[in-house]
Each structure stands twice: as C-alpha cells, then as structure tokens.
C-alpha cells in the first residue's frame, strides 16, 4: 500500500479484512466510494496508480473477509478481472472464482447479490465458471489451454496467486500456448480513429475503457503470461514483457505511456460521474480529447508492430 495515501484511505484497508458482518463489509465498500471521489477532488495531481490499486485492494480485502467466507460456506473468493489486475474502480466489473473447502457447497447468487447491494457491479464469468474445489480448477486451467480458451486464461491469469501460477506452468512447454491471450486481445483492439478534415469527427462516441484500458491490459497480459511472468499490475506486466524480450522497449515506453494516461482518465471520467458512460467526442475537455487521442495513437502503433512481429514469426515456423 502506498504511503502517500491520506490516513483515512490506509485505515479503511486495514478494517477491510476484518469484517465479522455483511452489515459492516457494505459499509466499508460504500465509504470507500465517498473516500475515492474525496481522494480525487482534493488532489491536484492524482496518481490514478495508487488510487486504483487501493481502491481494488479494499475490495479484495472485503471478499476475503470472514463475513463474505461466511456467505460463501467458507469458499475461498479468488478475485481476477479488473480487481485482480488492481486497477478497479466502482465501474468496473468484479470478477471471481470460488474455490470450494472439500465436502462444501457454494451459491455464487448471494456473493452476487452482495456486492450489488453494497454499490458494485458484477461482469459475469464463463457459464463452466461454477464453484469447484481447487483440484477441479486446477483441471479446468490446463482445460482452457488445450482449447486455446483466451478468454479463461485471461481470468486465471488476473486472478494472480496459484492460478496464475499454474496457468503459467500450463503454457511453459511452448510459448506459442500464450498466443490466444494475444487473439483475445487483438479482438477487443479499437478500431482506427475517423477524422474528417485532420480532425476526429465531432459526433464520434468515446469509451475510454473499452478502447484503451481493456485492450491495454489484455496486451500486457499476454506479454506477462509469455514471459512466463505471473504479475498482475498491468504496469508491471509490460514491464516483465520487455524484459523478457516480449515488447521492445519502445512498445513498452508507448505502453507505459498510454496506460498512465488511459486509468487517469478513466479515474477523472468517473469522478465526474460520467466514469461508466460512453461519451461524444465534441462533449470531453479539450485536455481529456488530447490525452485520449495521444494514448490511442501510441496503442496502435504498439498492436500493429507486436501483431506484425509475431505473426511474421508465426509465419516463418509454419513454413518450416
């Protein structure tokens, strides 16, 4: 946790994990809201890296406590998504898997119900995503390699601690077993800026997090996983890529660069209340337009050099 935050967000942290009822686990989440917005407006230069993984850490700490454990039949909640990657906001969808204790059940409903209650939103997870015991995921994380699943391994790979671990081993024989996290990736890639006359068109609808911070972490995942790295921070995850030879240090630079400038905006957006809406073009702050069109230019440019690299590579290896 970084030292920098105000005492009232380190001290709601340290109450998270702690919560003996749902009545004081929601109370915790809605305040944490109040204090995210508070955190921002009184700032006047926002490190949206440290607000982010706070804010994501709080609700992690929340879903392992012993009120949420208690809701769960003693389930152990492994966060992935955004909050995995610790770079949630209230937005942002919360993920899970629910590791079951040998001979109990689980209903993913109430954890459901819970976190809607409590100001949360819930993105759902593939329909196999059922409660199973840690063998069961185990089985399915080697499943989802085999059926080059890029959208499973991309939550076992989010969900960090020995899920990542084991999806990491599962690939570690062939680093071309990573590729459909890069499919998936590519998939979700924005598509080209219109312009008309030099300039984005006025009209055009903006979704800063579906056209920079999703791409992004997809990209910087799939670097990660090949390097056989199991970070989950997104900044972190480029930079394991370029150590490990997967980005370059330019793509890595660009990245970074784009990254910083996708969550800060995305933080701002939100605390402007318009953080889960998409937006017209005409209608953002002139800094906030120049900021999303810099980060855009520098993403493309990283997908178009990654994608033109390894699938020259790709080329070159099926030839032979």
Not at 63 to 70: I, K, R
Request: proline share 5%; aromatic share 6%; charged share 20%.
């Amino acid at each position: 946790m970084p030292t920098s935050l105000h005492p009232s967000l380190r001290q709601l942290l340290e109450q998270a994990p702690q919560c003996p009822s749902l009545a004081m686990a929601r109370d915790i989440l809605e305040e944490s809201h109040i204090l995210l917005r508070n955190a921002i407006s009184h700032e006047d230069k926002v490190d949206a890296w440290s607000l982010t993984r706070w804010f994501s850490d709080v609700v992690q700490a929340v879903l392992h406590s012993p009120a949420v454990s208690d809701l769960c039949g003693g389930a152990t909640i492994v966060v992935t998504g955004a909050f995995g990657r610790g770079h949630g906001l209230p937005t942002s969808g919360v993920q899970w898997l629910s590791v079951l204790r040998e001979g109990r059940s689980s209903d993913d409903a109430a954890l459901k119900q819970f976190c809607e209650s409590a100001g949360l939103t819930v993105h759902p997870t593939p329909d196999w995503f059922t409660p199973a015991d840690k063998q069961q995921w185990r089985r399915r994380i080697h499943q989802s390699v085999e059926q080059g699943d890029g959208e499973a391994m991309g939550l076992f790979a989010d969900a960090g601690t020995w899920v990542a671990a084991e999806l990491a081993a599962a690939v570690s024989s062939d680093a071309e077993l990573s590729t459909p996290l890069l499919t998936h990736a590519a998939e979700v890639r924005p598509p080209a800026i219109e312009v008309i006359d030099g300039l984005p068109k006025r009209d055009r609808v903006v979704d800063m997090h579906a056209e920079l911070v999703v791409p992004l972490a997809k990209l910087a995942r799939w670097a990660s996983i090949r390097a056989g790295n199991t970070v989950t921070e997104t900044d972190r995850r480029i930079a394991a890529g370029e150590v490990a030879g997967v980005l370059s240090h330019h793509e890595a630079a660009y990245a970074r660069e784009a990254w910083t400038a996708a969550i800060t905006l995305q933080l701002h957006r939100w605390a402007d209340r318009a953080g889960g809406h998409v937006m017209r073009w005409d209608l953002l702050p002139q800094l906030d337009r120049s900021a999303f069109g810099a980060a855009s230019r520098l993403l493309s440019d990283v997908f178009a050099a990654v994608e033109a690299r390894y699938n020259q590579a790709k080329s070159v290896e099926e030839g032979k």
